[in-house]
Structures are given as C-alpha cells and as structure tokens.
C-alpha cells in the first residue's frame, strides 16, 4: 500500500447546500482539486473535490456524497489524504512537511539537538519545531539555507547551524 499524505482537512458546513470549508494544505492551495480522490486517513472514505470559491482560510467546496448541511457538519475535521505517488516530485532544494518529520537534527559539530516534531508555515520561511532531550520546551528553528545547510533524507538526519544564542 503507498504511503498517504495529509493534504487538507474538512473544517465544516459552507451554507446550507452542502458544501463544506476546505482547508487546503498543499503549496498551492487550489491544487488540492488536482489530485483526484481523497480519502480519509484509514482509506474508508473517498471524496471528489469541486472548488466552488475561495473563503477566508480556505475554500468552499462541494465533495461527493455530501448534499446537506447536515452531512458537511458531520465531517468537521475530517483530514483529507492522497497517496504519496500522486504528488509531484520535488527539487533537490525542497521537501515534504512529512519528510521531515521525526528526523534527528545536530549542529555542526555532531551535537544532537533534537527530533523534527512538526513544520510550521508562517509567511516569510517555514520553522521546524524541535523536541530536544530532557527538555520540556521545544525549539523553534528557521527553515533556511543559512540555518539548516543539509538535509540528508536517506541518512534521517539535518544538520543545522542555528543562530549564537538559540539553543543552550
């Protein structure tokens, strides 16, 4: 079975026709409706998605088998999935969200410094969001050349240069 990747999820009723807010999580938000159906994250269900406009963090849309309001409020929060090789490859430069995800990070000098917890998307660069060793607090660390120079994806590892001051 291919692996899913999260692609959006349902956030609810858009109207009382049916039609649902679509948070879309792809690097071009409309591309969601490229990808052919989406399923739920056990495969259980699959939806076709029509992007009837754009909305206020997302979109409205109308997805198979749902025709009142009711059955889109039903589906709040449903996460959307498609299979990994329906995705398009990437530059050398650029990865997944789910890539990175649980990779162990070191500095330059071979310090462990923790695992990949998540990747957040905030405008300007994404930051990946660290679990360090016998720290309760994570760590926040910009997602750019100059602070993250290799991510090595066959070996599980990123090595990063942060900032003097960011980690103790």
């Known amino acids: 079975m291919s692996e899913l990747i999260c692609v959006g999820a349902l956030a609810g009723a858009f109207g009382v026709h049916g039609e649902v807010r679509l948070k879309s999580f792809t690097a071009k938000p409309e591309a969601i409706q490229d990808y052919g159906a989406l399923t739920s994250e056990d495969g259980a269900r699959s939806f ?22 009711e059955e889109a409020d039903a589906l709040k929060g449903l996460r959307l999935f498609v299979d990994r090789d329906k995705l398009p490859s990437l530059p050398d430069d650029e990865f997944y969200h789910t890539d990175l995800i649980g990779l162990e990070v070191f500095d330059t000098g071979g310090t462990a410094l923790g695992t990949v917890k998540a990747v957040h998307t905030h405008g300007a660069s994404d930051l990946l969001e660290l679990t360090a060793p016998g720290q309760s607090q994570t760590i926040l660390l910009p997602f750019t050349l100059a602070v993250i120079p290799t991510v090595d994806l066959e070996a599980g590892r990123i090595v990063a240069d942060p900032p003097e001051g960011l980690i103790d």
């Open 48 to 69: 076709e998605i029509v992007l009837t406009r754009k909305i206020k963090n997302g979109f409205a849309a109308e997805i198979s088998g749902v025709t009142t309001k």
